[in-house]
């Protein structure tokens, strides 16, 4: 199933950016366009209204950046692009993914993410699913004003990614422990899980 969904989701993904990102060109365009008539004789736009016109090229700007974001999170694009991402790349990226998750629930998110550190692991997609899965665990399992602690270390020839959070014993409704478990076991990645801990051991690159 986690095959199938990994298999899947860079095919929709890719789909959505480019049906996404017409419009949004097509915005920045024509706000261009309306900027060019909104000039007085002297070529210049009245400053509220500049102000406005500003604003909405912030927007559109914000929104492309989030949707190119999205898709390079789900491997969009080519492959060996995508397996240079390090570890440490890959867990940051997946925090910014979780952001709204985060904000949603009235979290905070603190994370000690050591630069440059890789795994060895040949599956890109499995890379993502483990860290993405191991911080949307923590995030499920809080109460709305907890804290989620996430730090990644290099020791040794290991790479240790330990997410912590101040839920109970209880398990959230998703299969995310079962399938970082499953996951773990078949591309030789050491996952324990404990309460409010998770620890994921790579062997480091």
Same mark, same amino acid.
């Given at each position: 199933?986690?095959a199938?969904?990994?298999?899947?989701?860079?095919?929709l993904?890719e789909?959505l950016?480019h049906d996404?990102?017409?419009?949004?060109?097509?915005l920045?365009?024509n706000l261009?366009?309306l900027?060019e008539?909104?000039?007085?004789e002297?070529?210049?736009?009245?400053?509220a209204?500049e102000k406005?016109?500003r604003?909405? /090229?912030?927007?559109?700007?914000?929104a492309d950046?989030?949707l190119?974001?999205?898709?390079?999170f789900?491997?969009?694009?080519?492959p060996?692009?995508?397996?240079?991402?390090t570890l440490s790349?890959?867990?940051?990226?997946?925090?910014?993914m979780?952001?709204?998750e985060?904000r949603?629930?009235?979290m905070?998110?603190?994370?000690d993410v050591?630069?440059?550190?890789?795994?060895?692991?040949?599956?890109p997609?499995a890379?993502?699913?483990l860290a993405?899965?191991?911080?949307l665990r923590?995030?499920a399992?809080?109460?709305?004003?907890?804290?989620?602690?996430?730090?990644l270390r /290099?020791?040794?020839?290991?790479a240790?990614?330990?997410?912590q959070?101040d839920?109970?014993?209880?398990?959230p409704?998703l299969?995310?422990r079962?399938a970082?478990e499953?996951?773990g076991?078949a /591309?030789?990645?050491e996952v324990s899980?404990?309460?409010?801990?998770?620890?994921l051991?790579?062997?480091?690159g």
């Open positions: 199933m986690i199938a969904s990994q298999a899947v989701a860079p095919v993904v789909g950016l996404a990102r017409n419009p949004l060109n097509a920045a365009i261009e366009v900027n008539k909104l000039k007085d002297q070529g210049a736009v009245d400053p209204l406005n016109l604003a909405m /090229r912030e927007q559109v700007f914000k950046l989030i190119r974001t999205y898709a390079e789900l491997a969009v694009g080519s060996a692009m995508q397996s240079e991402l790349e890959v867990l940051e990226r997946a925090l910014e979780l952001v709204f985060a949603r629930r009235g905070k998110v603190k994370a050591e630069k440059g550190v890789a795994a060895r692991l040949d599956d997609g890379l993502r699913f993405y899965h191991a911080v923590a995030l399992r809080s109460e709305k004003g907890g804290e989620v602690q996430v730090s /290099r020791a040794g020839d290991q240790l990614l330990r997410v959070d839920g109970g014993d209880d398990e409704a299969p995310s079962e970082m499953a996951l076991r /591309r030789s990645v899980v404990h309460g409010g801990r998770c620890e051991v790579f062997k480091a």
